[in-house]
T-cell receptor, first 112, second 115 residues
């Protein structure tokens, strides 16, 4: 398909485990965003890439969160030593035109 | 500090009538406003947007109105259809800094359109 894809769609992790969430943006989209959506809330910004450069990581909640996009395409959000408060849906979005972001289906992370 | 607020958690309307979803913001640095629609287990889908220099944008059944002095925007859906039932998010784009394009979202409004 031509849309943004994310994997896995669902992830259950035991507290303390590391997880890696993958995002495949729309081909040719230079901008890539990660958002975190808690239950009943709107998405909250985590980090932003322009090609391979991470230009803003101000939304990452702690140093346990790390994101990369080494070749300017696929991106991975890694969470180390997961905690229960990390349980949320993690959304990836890509864009070509700045004011239209196309979202993937999200990865629902549950930390037990 | 909620910079974008949707004060109505839910809205219920009859098919064929108008749906009006409201959104308020506090930050005058926002330069673009967007509405997204979200179905369960899917990511948000872009619906319509408006630049801060305009006061109205229309696309088919969807119209967004912006009142800058009141820092308020609304989405009108006319006529409403059962397929419009979803969660609607208002979002605002940050005009400055290194994340030109970063979106700040409201909490969402659940719209239910009854046949």
């Amino acid at each position: 398909g031509a849309g943004v894809s994310q994997s896995p769609r669902y992830k259950v992790a035991k507290r303390g485990q590391d997880v890696a969430l993958r995002c495949d943006p729309i081909s040719g989209h230079v901008s890539l965003f990660w958002y975190q959506q808690a239950l009943g809330q709107g998405p909250e910004f985590l980090t932003y890439f322009q090609n391979e450069a991470q230009l803003d990581k101000s939304g990452l909640p702690s140093d346990r969160f790390f994101a990369e996009r080494p070749e300017g395409s696929v991106s991975t959000l890694k969470i180390q030593r997961t905690q229960q408060e990390d349980s949320a849906v993690y959304l990836c979005a890509s864009s070509l035109r700045v004011h239209e972001q196309y979202f993937g289906p999200g990865t629902r992370l549950t930390v037990t | 500090d909620q910079q974008v607020k949707q004060n109505s958690p839910s809205l219920s309307v009859q098919e064929g009538r108008i749906s009006i979803l409201n959104c308020d913001y506090t930050n005058s640095m926002f330069d673009y406003f967007l509405w997204y629609k979200k179905y369960p287990a899917e990511g948000p889908t872009f619906l319509i947007s408006i630049s801060s220099i305009k006061d109205k944008n229309e696309d088919g059944r969807f119209t967004v109105f912006l009142n800058k002095s009141a820092k308020h925007l609304s989405l009108h859906i006319v006529p409403s259809q059962p397929g419009d039932s979803a969660v609607y998010f208002c979002a605002a784009r940050w005009a400055g800094g290194t994340s030109y394009g970063k979106l700040t979202f409201g909490q969402g409004t659940i719209l239910t359109v009854h046949p």
